[in-house]
């Protein structure tokens, strides 16, 4: 089936610090992939998305790029802040498919001053 | 900000007591989705609508009912609330010709 697993968290850093979530899935299909971001006691919100394969998708100095062959869309940053404390979704939606979108467990990160 | 709007924000209710949690929008967007969020597990769809009277069931949908009688309204209902949908339940629109969702500011929901 369909389905997207994300690195396990938390993930702590120092400020300044680069990061990475890895996130995989698995799609029948090509599927338009996502990364939502939940600040606390907040809904989500959509930070990224990549469409089809090699595309970056890029928002507040997140990136993250469609890896047909990896089957992956790891997130990264070059530059953590503390404000970007938060849990991280990658989600996955298949053209056709009346917009369900199946989302990772989501991964909490951490950012210390 | 999609104009979403979800109530209540938070409510406490006895196991066996009927619950219906609103969403509301303002864009007039077609989609709509109901979701619930539960820690180890993301996002999980419960059910989503095409259109007025126009619903179908998404991964989680034992135990839920959903109505859209006006495009603005979408509505879920727990016809006999159980412990085991103690949960933050999420509202998303789908913006129209995209795949992309934007969520209200959800409910917190307590079963006892």
């Known amino acids: 089936g369909n389905s997207v697993t994300q690195m396990e968290g938390p993930v702590t850093l120092s400020e300044e610090a680069f990061l990475t979530i890895n996130c995989t899935y698995t799609?029948?299909?090509?599927?338009?992939l996502f990364w939502y971001v939940q600040y606390p006691g907040e809904g989500l919100q959509l930070l990224l998305k990549a469409t089809k394969a090699d595309d970056k998708g890029s928002n507040k100095g997140f990136e993250a790029t469609y890896r047909k062959e990896t089957t992956s869309f790891h997130l990264e940053k070059g530059s953590v802040q503390v404000s970007d404390s938060a849990v991280y979704f990658c989600?996955?939606?298949?053209?056709?498919?009346?917009?369900?979108?199946?989302f990772g467990q989501g991964t909490t990160l951490q950012v210390k001053p | 900000d999609a104009g979403i709007t979800q109530s209540p924000r938070h409510k406490v209710t006895e196991t066996g007591t009927p619950v219906t949690l609103r969403c509301h929008q303002t864009e007039n967007h077609r989609y709509m989705y109901w979701y619930r969020q539960d820690p180890g597990h993301g996002l999980r769809l419960i059910h989503y609508?095409?259109?007025?009277?126009?619903?179908d069931k998404g991964e989680v949908s034992d135990g839920y009912s959903v109505s859209r009688s006006k495009t603005e309204d979408f509505l879920l209902t727990l016809e006999s609330a159980t412990s085991s949908q103690t949960s933050v339940y999420f509202c998303?629109?789908?913006?129209?010709?995209?795949?992309?969702?934007?969520f209200g500011p959800g409910t917190r929901l307590t079963v006892t």
């Open positions: 998303a629109i789908q913006q129209g010709g995209t795949y992309e969702q934007y």
């Open positions: 609508s095409y259109g007025v009277k126009d619903t």
């Open positions: 989600a996955l939606i298949l053209s056709g498919n009346t917009g369900k979108l199946i």
């Open positions: 799609a029948t299909g090509y599927p338009s």
